[in-house]
Nanobody, 124 residues
Framework: QVQLVESGGGLVQAGGSLRLSCATS????????MGWFRQAPGKGREFVAV????????NYADYVKGRFTISRDAAKNTEYLQMNSLKPEDTAAYYC?????????????????WGQGTQVTVSS
């Protein structure tokens, strides 16, 4: 059974930083594009960032571009999301996900596996 486990969430003041990790049990980690999504209370799940299978390309939502950085470590079967200059509107549960897509998928429907989420709360 495939498992994706997020960690690194917490409470931070506006302007602060957090680094999220997503450890996976994917046997062929390199065959999956890896993404991050978030969901605030009362809202739908929205795209944050995605990194390609090889790690050579990525894509970000406009509202995090320039502040968040996605990366992956093939040796550890893990992806990361470095979040800087956090804003109160970044408050949400953050989910990692894995997609067999060869591109940079931004729709949740393109992802086969999901983690349980980690809460990020940014105070003003």
């Amino acid at each position: 059974q495939v498992q994706l486990v997020e960690s690194g969430g917490g409470l931070v003041q506006a302007g602060g930083s957090l680094r999220l990790s997503c450890a996976t049990s994917l046997r062929t980690f390199g065959n999956y594009a890896m993404g991050w999504f978030r969901q605030a209370p009362g809202k739908g799940r929205e795209f944050v960032a995605v990194i390609s299978r090889s790690g050579s390309s990525n894509n970000y939502a406009d509202y995090v571009k320039g502040r968040f950085t996605i990366s992956r470590d093939a040796a550890k079967n893990t992806e990361y999301l470095q979040m800087n200059s956090l804003k109160p509107e970044d408050t949400a549960a953050y989910y990692c996900a894995a997609s067999r897509s060869g591109g940079l998928p931004i729709s949740p429907r393109e992802y086969e596996y999901w983690g349980q989420g980690t809460q990020v709360t940014v105070s003003s």
